[in-house]
């Protein structure tokens, strides 16, 4: 049941290290690489928004623990309700998050270097309805 939950999250950087599953909740525990957080968090506010309006819901948050004497944590994902039902529309909604942003050009990064503009070389032509002229 939580196979294929599990494998659509991985496509989301997610590496599940634990799991407990019942008819009506799964819960997860797992890592995500820090070189994903970015991405990471973005699919999580994303499938948040989406389960305030589903008859499921979904719970994303850090979980901390010991490990000999050190502080650490991983993601912990629960998710309640009919899963019987809603769990085929659940690995839906995690796999269309993984779909890449289009960014406006207004939001591209701008690069490190503020200058990086005028090394462009710019090409310009004129448009008449017809074949491009040189």
Known sequence: MTTDLKNALKLLGFQTKDENATKERIRLIGSVALEETTFWLQKVTQLLRLAADESWSLDISKYYF???DALIFGWRIIVQG???KDLPDIIQAVINSRT???Y???EIPVQSNP???KNVRTVSA???NGPMKT
Request: proline share 0%; glycine share 6%.
């Open 104 to 106: 406006d050009q207004a």
């Open 115 to 117: 200058n990086w503009y």
């Open 100 to 102: 890449v942003q289009i």
């Open 126 to 128: 004129k448009f008449d």
């Open 82 to 84: 009919n899963l019987e």
């Open 66 to 68: 010991l490990r000999g």
